[in-house]
């Protein structure tokens, strides 16, 4: 009797739909940026106008990010996102220091950062000393690292229920606002010659970003998407034109309750509005919001941040067993587990400010290479359906390439402890790669199915 041929690989279960992309994305982008980084940036800048002009410059990478990436979502439909488009432009060893950069710093080091947010907002409810903070941080990734393996559709569930309550709690703090704000005032931070502005300006577009950080999160579970070439490009632009309207709608309402300075004096900048505007319960509702903000940001992340190393697996680039789903709940556990358990590491360690810059800064070098990407397939494969192209092409996914080098290179001249640690933390990945090609079935360039 001859033996069977082994069995297949089982793929990722395509369950997910368009309002599932899109709620990935308002989810996974509205976390804690918008409720505590405008205090960094009024710091940074010193009046409305430019406080308002950093947010509306983070929107526009964004969009343009999101319109550039939506043709490489609608060609190459697969989990992993950001690291197949990588692959597939550049060959496997960029898109592997991608994703063991997404691992070390840019994904772990965005869940490490919302859950420290967690514990400062939570502490407005319950006193915490330095542990009890920390404490509160793991077990806000822990608890929904367990959540993410017991099924996607779990994960989205609590995903698409904590994307309706954030946005909720943002439009109630806007409505706190405008109701009981007091008007701000023009008054100046600090007068800055113009070249320390400009500086500053790249530094706080550098801190909004962070609070747009996400935008990009569904491609990488595009794998579990009925319909991917059509509702990943849907999510991307339709979810990031919608968190764009929220944070300057946000923006304003801040403005109007408090003047600059007093914007960039706090410390719990959404909570003392409301508070201040409405009284202590309307910082009580606030808070209780932004907690369930940045709960649902993190479970965003949890949710997708494992199908980039299920697709490094299945390539040979990842421990093999991240590759593999689990036998009832078709997860993978496994990379759920990995993620989960650095990130809470991550969380223990780094300070909310040092955090957000160590993953804008690595994120962006990645995510300007992946927007040049759209350009180098059209040329390396020009026979690759493309069911959508991207719009202005090449000279919006050429603004978004100028746009990532200028914020990167700015932030290397700012801020060079940080910036040098993430490269470095990135560079770790060279000799790790060269390891893991010597293993037999390890990428070749060839795209996989997954």
Same mark, same amino acid.
């Given at each position: 009797?001859?033996?069977?041929?082994?069995?297949?690989?089982?793929?990722?279960?395509?369950?997910?739909?368009?309002?599932?992309?899109?709620?990935?994305?308002?989810?996974?982008?509205?976390?804690?940026?918008?409720?505590?980084?405008?205090?960094?940036?009024?710091?940074?800048?010193?009046? $409305?106008?430019?406080?308002?002009?950093?947010?509306?410059?983070?929107?526009?990478?964004?969009?343009?990010?999101?319109?550039?990436?939506?043709?490489?979502?609608?060609?190459?439909?697969?989990?992993?996102?950001? #690291?197949?488009?990588?692959?597939?432009?550049?060959? $496997?060893?960029?898109?592997?220091?991608?994703?063991?950069?997404?691992? &070390?710093?840019?994904?772990?080091?965005?869940?490490?950062?919302?859950?420290?947010?967690?514990?400062?907002?939570?502490?407005?409810?319950?006193?915490?000393?330095?542990?009890?903070?920390?404490?509160?941080?793991?077990?806000?990734?822990?608890?929904?690292?367990?959540?993410?393996?017991?099924?996607?559709?779990?994960?989205?569930?609590?995903?698409?229920?904590?994307?309706?309550?954030?946005?909720?709690?943002?439009?109630?703090?806007?409505?706190?606002?405008?109701?009981?704000?007091?008007?701000?005032?023009?008054?100046?931070?600090?007068?800055?010659?113009?070249?320390?502005?400009?500086?500053?300006?790249?530094?706080?577009? +550098?801190?909004?970003?962070?609070?747009?950080?996400?935008?990009?999160?569904?491609?990488?579970?595009?794998?579990?998407?009925?319909?991917?070439?059509?509702?990943?490009?849907?999510?991307?632009? +339709?979810?990031?034109?919608?968190?764009?309207?929220?944070?300057?709608?946000?923006?304003?309402?801040?403005?109007?309750?408090?003047?600059?300075?007093?914007?960039?004096?706090?410390?719990?900048?959404?909570?003392?509005?409301?508070?201040?505007?409405?009284? $202590?319960?309307?910082?009580a509702v606030v808070s209780a919001a932004i907690v369930v903000s940045v709960f649902g940001a993190t479970n965003a992340l949890l949710l997708t941040g494992p199908r980039v190393y299920y697709a490094m697996a299945q390539d040979g680039l990842f421990f093999a067993s991240a590759g593999r789903l689990h036998a009832r709940f078709e997860t993978p556990a496994v990379a759920v587990v990995i993620q989960g358990f650095w990130a809470a590491g991550l969380a223990c360690v780094g300070s909310f400010s040092a955090l957000f810059t160590y993953v804008v800064f690595t994120g962006w070098i990645f995510y300007g290479l992946g927007?040049?990407?759209?350009?180098?397939?059209?040329?390396?494969?020009?026979?690759?359906?493309?069911? #959508?192209?991207?719009?202005?092409?090449?000279?919006?996914?050429?603004?978004?390439?100028?746009?990532?080098?200028?914020?990167?290179?700015?932030?290397?001249?700012?801020?060079?402890?940080?910036?040098?640690?993430?490269?470095?933390?990135?560079?770790?990945? &060279?000799? +790790?790669?060269?390891?893991?090609?010597?293993?037999?079935?390890?990428?070749?360039?060839?795209?996989?199915?997954?």
């Amino acid at each position: 009797m001859e033996p069977s041929a082994p069995p297949l690989p089982r793929a990722l279960p395509r369950i997910l739909g368009a309002l599932d992309g899109i709620l990935i994305v308002v989810g996974g982008v509205i976390g804690s940026g918008i409720f505590l980084v405008p205090s960094n940036i009024a710091a940074l800048v010193g009046t $409305p106008a430019l406080l308002l002009a950093v947010f509306i410059t983070g929107g526009a990478l964004t969009l343009a990010g999101a319109l550039a990436y939506a043709e490489m979502g609608s060609a190459l439909p697969g989990a992993g996102g950001l #690291y197949v488009y990588l692959r597939e432009a550049y060959g $496997p060893g960029l898109a592997f220091l991608y994703g063991w950069a997404l691992f &070390l710093v840019i994904h772990s080091g965005s869940m490490a950062t919302l859950a420290v947010a967690f514990s400062i907002y939570l502490g407005y409810f319950i006193p915490l000393s330095a542990w009890g903070a920390k404490a509160a941080s793991v077990a806000c990734i822990l608890s929904l690292t367990v959540v993410n393996v017991l099924g996607v559709r779990a994960g989205a569930l609590v995903q698409n229920v904590f994307a309706f309550l954030k946005v909720g709690g943002l439009l109630l703090l806007v409505v706190f606002a405008f109701w009981g704000g007091s008007g701000s005032s023009s008054a100046s931070v600090v007068h800055l010659p113009l070249g320390s502005l400009a500086s500053n300006f790249g530094l706080a577009v +550098v801190a909004a970003l962070w609070a747009y950080e996400g935008w990009h999160l569904v491609t990488f579970s595009a794998g579990e998407f009925k319909r991917p070439e059509r509702n990943v490009p849907f999510a991307l632009v +339709v979810g990031s034109l919608v968190v764009v309207a929220l944070y300057l709608v946000a923006c304003l309402a801040y403005l109007r309750a408090f003047s600059i300075d007093r914007i960039a004096g706090s410390t719990r900048l959404a909570a003392e509005v409301a508070e201040a505007s409405v009284g $202590p319960w309307g910082g009580a509702v606030v808070s209780a919001a932004i907690v369930v903000s940045v709960f649902g940001a993190t479970n965003a992340l949890l949710l997708t941040g494992p199908r980039v190393y299920y697709a490094m697996a299945q390539d040979g680039l990842f421990f093999a067993s991240a590759g593999r789903l689990h036998a009832r709940f078709e997860t993978p556990a496994v990379a759920v587990v990995i993620q989960g358990f650095w990130a809470a590491g991550l969380a223990c360690v780094g300070s909310f400010s040092a955090l957000f810059t160590y993953v804008v800064f690595t994120g962006w070098i990645f995510y300007g290479l992946g927007a040049f990407g759209v350009i180098r397939l059209r040329r390396k494969r020009p026979e690759l359906e493309r069911p #959508y192209r991207a719009f202005c092409y090449p000279w919006l996914p050429l603004l978004f390439v100028v746009s990532a080098v200028l914020l990167v290179a700015n932030t290397l001249v700012q801020n060079p402890g940080p910036s040098s640690a993430g490269l470095a933390l990135v560079a770790s990945g &060279l000799p +790790v790669y060269a390891m893991w090609r010597k293993k037999p079935g390890s990428a070749t360039g060839i795209r996989t199915p997954v």
